[in-house]
């Protein structure tokens, strides 16, 4: 079955670390998308890749990196320059980056501080 | 700048209708709606595009207005299933001077509840 999967489901971080979420689509779409939900809000862009080795910041990107080496990977890095890292994280991918296609969601990252 | 939707939230009993408005104040080409059961990702409902296009599921409806900027989500004989956060998405003609690349701003979502 085509999708998306994210990995870890529960990710757990310290002060100071760098963390690495995992999201990785067999839809073969070009663009991904990198979202951050806090609670009983909506989600807002961290990142995007309209192809590979490709990406551009979304309207929250500070305290964040991401790479697109391949085209079916996507993996989001949370740094310890971000100071309030606790949220949902949710990939997305569409088959190309325009306004005329679907967003497909992957389960999520739920990331918590220790 | 985020999309408002409302209302905020919405009770129901099963075989109710309810409206969720969404409205921006910029020019649109699309609206995306979307719901979300608690702790899960996001389903698609549909895509409304300007010219008045739709794509989505048979059993949703909802409307475009372009020169209102605003579009309008109809759940009719609501079912316990219906249950969960609403969001529409937007993507406006400022981005990248007219490029679009799917980049989607979110409103703060409606929480419909459905009671047996």
């Known amino acids: 079955d085509g999708g998306i999967t994210q990995s870890p489901k529960y990710l757990f971080r310290k002060e100071g670390q760098n963390v690495t979420l995992s999201c990785e689509q067999n839809l073969n779409h070009d663009a991904m998308y990198w979202y951050r939900q806090d609670p009983g809000q909506g989600l807002r862009l961290i990142y995007y890749?309209?192809?590979?080795?490709?990406?551009q910041k979304g309207d929250i990107a500070e305290g964040y990196s991401v790479s697109r080496e391949k085209k079916e990977s996507f993996p989001l890095t949370v740094t310890s320059a971000q100071k309030n890292p606790t949220a949902f994280y949710l990939c997305a991918s569409s088959r190309v980056p325009t306004y005329q296609e679907t967003q497909y969601f992957g389960p999520g990252t739920r990331l918590l501080v220790l | 700048q985020q999309p408002v939707q409302s209302p905020q939230a919405v009770i129901l009993r099963e075989g109710e209708d309810a409206v969720i408005n969404c409205s921006s104040s910029k020019a649109l080409y699309s609206v995306h709606w979307y719901r979300q059961k608690h702790g899960e990702a996001p389903v698609f409902l549909m895509i409304?595009?300007?010219?008045?296009e739709q794509k989505g599921h048979e059993k949703i409806s909802a409307s475009f207005n372009e020169k209102k900027q605003q579009s309008s989500l109809y759940l009719t004989a609501s079912q316990l299933s219906y249950s969960g956060t609403y969001f529409c998405g937007t993507e406006d003609y400022k981005n990248a001077g007219g490029t679009s690349y799917g980049k989607l701003t979110f409103g703060q979502g409606t929480i419909l509840t459905v009671h047996p």
């Open positions: 890749s309209q192809i590979v080795n490709d990406f």
């Open positions: 409304l595009l300007k010219g008045g």
